[in-house]
């Protein structure tokens, strides 16, 4: 049985082919019953309760789409990607499609709810690890079938492209996420012509390149990319928020009477080596969602420890700590002047947060040029790709 | 103290004028301080965490914005609309344009979490009755200075064109939500011209009106409005999840170890009358928001009851039950049938929903015609005023 | 030879596979080396010296877009459902599905410049008559290439589905310019859910059929249709201007003087009965686009006819007449009076603008009900279709 | 009387303040009488018969929109900066912003038909310079009105400010062509921030400067300023019919029999000394828009003279000559090269074309730092100024 995400059966009775109504994209088309299954595992479902952008709302109140229908628009792209490819005459079997389609599809299956937040901090594996655990078990689950995209997931496949589209410098995950992120909170900078860069991808030697016609619209994208890292991911607001929910965090778990209050979030604290990961592990991680953590502050209201419950109500309630930003850290005489003058000398939360930006270093974008020559970006663009790693310094008090 | 929605003093330290960024309107303006603080209260910052569109985005994954964006529209096209009568000489003063903008932004406030599924079921006043009690309250905590927004909220105030912005056959509530669902959902047919109507808005004798040009994007409205009902609120997927979640309470609310599980929630189930609300119900109802009822429903998965488990698992997994619609009731001989044929027979759900639609008996839409001459709407448009209130039976089973 | 509508050759010096960006759709697709050639030829380039709204333009600045862009655009429409049939079963050849598409794609190709204004006057054949006649003198330039078009444009063919979709009640004509107009004007009523009826065509026993699901996007679209005819195809001001042009085209024939100014003008008075229709007729009518008529109004100004000058420099320079529109025809009365006080007494346009709306009488647009009953939409929707004829009358005066 | 652009008296009888409809920013009002009687003015009205992008439909069919429109939307844009302005504080009179909007307005109305191929090779003055005469003669017809605006449109009103939204590297006039330009030809890269830009712009001593927060957005407006020359204004294609269109011209001129088909071209070929520019030439100028080009290429197909024919025939029926670009200029050997192996040897068009990119010499983009402190947008942006004059070398040939 199954009644679909959106709507209609193209044969009615036959199989599982829908259709799902996009704000960016319209129409798109689930491709083949295997990923309409895997669509709508629970493990898949959790990401329609964990918001893509975290705490951004509290600066781009529009901004509160899920990493549901993110992973859904880079199915999309992914499909049209491969067909522009076929049409350029680049063999990709149905098996390998179907595996490029389920390794992004699936490519973020393993975040916690407020990744940005409190993976890094609590978490000792990548998002991308653990997705690839929730694979491996939805692959025995699924009976194999998830082989070829585990294979292209961990850039083992001989069709080096596939591997590329999933995740790279110019991969569908990113243009995805860039013009959603770009559409939801009204930052009008972030919009990318992937329309166009699709068109323009092309395969030589089993890698992805570009053909030379694409390159502003390259440039462009990567333009938008940093300026929706500066103006929305790393917001100085946002930055504030986050650091506010991490401190939060560590002082619950560190509590005797915190976590007790949301036992869920327990399960975030107790990470196993990725070898051990198991079947009730990932159960445990894939219990957990947005809701936990909304729960688990309102709950820690009647913590009883100050220190608590000033951060606990400024994330619920919007009271929101200030945050300085500088191109250098800050000096000790800085932040003694910020001690003096803040509500809660023992809540300043300093740090740094860097926009990696394009690498020059690995990994380039290729550009095809005439005569099938394949050339880096770095060496036909005049985008500045010398800005391109930039590390900002914070000072969060109240 | 909280540092602003969004980005930038006007001028430095002086006061609170704030710009938002709305996917919609783009760059949108807070009036004024008092305003300004409203937004910042832990009554209105509750919105954020409370979906506009409750359980549609099974449905329609984008539509997962909160009540809080909608507020804030309503907010702007409230701003846009006073500027467009004033321009036509209509006297408003300051502190009439201010009340009526409080009216707006607060006019949804006390909505309940999932609000089409619980709302009609377990609480005994319309959110509009809690809403007025929480500008009550916050009237009290400032000093009086919501008196006029009350006034208009309730209908009182002398110049009726400033309720009927709030709350009408027309109003900038509709538009906003209207417009805000369609954008989300991505169903292109509920777009709806509102900068048109806005600016063919005009006073008579204290009456809102419409010029007579406006005629057009008037039927467009009305036709938007009913397409958005049945294609996105009452879409027969959204109404097996709302009867599968009204069901769910109903059942957790019954079990001798439900409510337990998660105990806010039982503050939906004892609203007193609304002459009893205090200070401590409405603190009380303003903690509860949607992570509650997910928390509730992840929680109940160990309950014990099939049946509270069955609804719980669907709801969070998408296993949704079956829905067939009708234009009459099913018969005893069809509800057989499906008995048979289900999985759950205890869980069969019957029931109507209604589409009240435009109403030609009371407060019509009155459009201006030369030479100063107002008539109803029903008298002038081409509109099916007649099939414009629909009703059709459901039944649900799994 | 040619190098293309826009950029690219998928594979370099093998075909003419192009890509042409369109602001609506974005990239579309010209799908073989025919139906590039036939978009190369001299006949189809003329249409991008045609605008597709002529003079509205006086109301809506925006509305300058070409009938070749539309044409192109109805094209792309043409193959995204083909697409869509063919993906629910139904059988259509490369060679159907080619001749659908030049069908639809040269279906302009016999209009004349302001067309609205100029052919119901002065030409004694429909524009569709027209198009016929150099669809077949192509087919004998092309070799009988266009055979399978022409028996679908003139609903010769079987499978009549193919010729609704170039022609019909919901054709792809209508879905592009309706879309169109309302992109370029500005007129946000008039978009319509296009991708979402495309999805909901299918085919049964031959004949063009939309799902039951469809139904409200059906709605929206006659309702769009109706609300675009009256506000900018027969807008009140876009009226006065085409009878200005009439007039004034009309005075420029008769009068001794005229027609020589700009001869080419006088292709339009000389039609031939369609039989005789031979090259020669059609290379001169195919010559005369928007700027003889342009031409020709600025030559007049030096006409020395004061009525001819009066008309021509209205139109030029946008002192256009004054336009009153009533439901009945204006009484002797009240024309009397209207010459009283106008400026130019002989120049009082009298007459009368129908939009005729969706037909209940013949070829009414079927819906696909469950268990494959077909039935028509006027059964099914609650459509207001009695209210569908309007007539309009006019008078015009300075 | 006039009976306006677009739809409205906001008070019947009243003035003349109207509405437009524009399909990028919704509606917008003409803010006066004088601003409405100088759009009714003939030499205003022209503009509606020249495409903003002259042959640049050939690759983009979307884009052909009119100079009319652009000048409504800059019109528009000044009306939205002087409103923030006002709200920060900086004070401007009536009559400053009055003459703010004219001047832009009217900073076009000296462009001739197909501007960028036909004024740069025959015309001695600049646009800008025409435009002058064209304001000047005005202000004698308006007794006076437009001396605000001239002052302020030549640089020397001492609000300098005023003028730099007129003219400058970030003037209102660019912020709507590439907004616009980007909407009609569907290049999504070349679609700029304007509302952010506008809402960040302040005034240090009379200068404009632009809030810290906003450099991103222009980091973002000078990219994609970039991309749309490369793209749009300098595509090769674009680049060969215009080179067309020029040798086409020159010939006509030189031909003893060419001119004298289109007389009213010849005035194009006649322009004095700015200082004796007469009523009467201006008259002259002002009365040449697109259809006289058109018509001319018409008529010349029957001149007689191969090379004409080829030219014109190649522009009607877009039969363009081939255009390759090069970083460098081509050698003797190149164009040896080409002139052997391609058709019309003794049409072969070589020349170059720079893109004149953000100046660091005069003039830059200020930016307003925190305490008041302003400084050149180099000095802070990490836009890459070093590429930012580029110039490729054309060869064009059939």
Chains 1, 2, 3, 4 share one sequence.
Not at 15 to 29: A, E, H, L, S, V
Request: net charge positive; with cysteine; proline share 3%.
């Amino acid at each position: 049985m199954g009644n679909g995400i959106k709507v209609k059966y193209i044969f009615d009775g036959m199989n599982k082919r829908k259709i799902i109504n996009d704000p960016i994209y319209g129409f798109t088309t689930i491709p083949d019953d295997l990923i309409y299954d895997l669509i709508q595992h629970p493990f898949f479902q959790r990401l329609r309760r964990i918001r893509q952008l975290g705490l951004t709302d509290y600066v781009y109140p529009g901004g509160t789409h899920s990493r549901f229908a993110h992973a859904l628009g880079a199915l999309h792209l992914m499909t049209e990607a491969i067909d522009v490819l076929r049409n350029k005459g680049i063999h990709i079997t149905n098996k390998e499609a179907q595996g490029a389609q389920i390794a992004i599809l699936l490519h973020d299956i393993g975040h916690s709810p407020y990744s940005h937040a409190l993976e890094r901090k609590f978490i000792p594996w990548s998002h991308e690890e653990i997705s690839l655990e929730f694979m491996k078990l939805l692959n025995v689950e699924f009976d194999g079938k998830l082989d070829e995209a585990i294979t292209i997931f961990t850039h083992r496949h001989k069709k080096k492209f596939l591997a590329q589209l999933v995740s790279g410098q110019l991969d569908l995950d990113r243009m995805d996420y860039l013009n959603r992120d770009s559409f939801y909170t009204g930052v009008a900078e972030g919009v990318i012509g992937y329309q166009r860069i699709i068109k323009m991808l092309n395969v030589v030697d089993n890698q992805l390149v570009v053909e030379e016609k694409g390159i502003y619209s390259i440039d462009k994208f990567l333009h938008s990319r940093r300026i929706m890292y500066w103006q929305v991911y790393l917001h100085k607001t946002v930055i504030a928020a986050e650091q506010m929910l991490i401190h939060w965090f560590e002082m619950i778990v560190k509590s005797k009477t915190g976590i007790k209050y949301i036992p869920s979030l327990g399960a975030l604290t107790a990470i196993p080596p990725l070898k051990e990961f198991s079947k009730k592990i990932l159960m445990k991680f894939s219990s957990i969602d947005d809701s936990d953590v909304t729960m688990g502050l309102k709950s820690s209201l009647n913590s009883g420890d100050p220190n608590i419950v000033v951060l606990a109500e400024g994330l619920l309630n919007r009271k929101l700590f200030k945050c300085q930003l500088s191109k250098k850290p800050f000096s000790a005489l800085e932040i003694k002047k910020v001690q003096k003058n803040c509500n809660h000398p023992n809540l300043i939360f300093i740090g740094k947060e860097t926009n990696a930006g394009y690498s020059t270093k690995l990994n380039e974008i290729m550009i095809l040029k005439k005569g099938n020559v394949v050339i880096p970006l770095s060496k036909v663009s005049d985008f500045n790709f010398s800005m391109n790693i930039d590390t900002k310094y914070y000072i969060i008090y109240s």
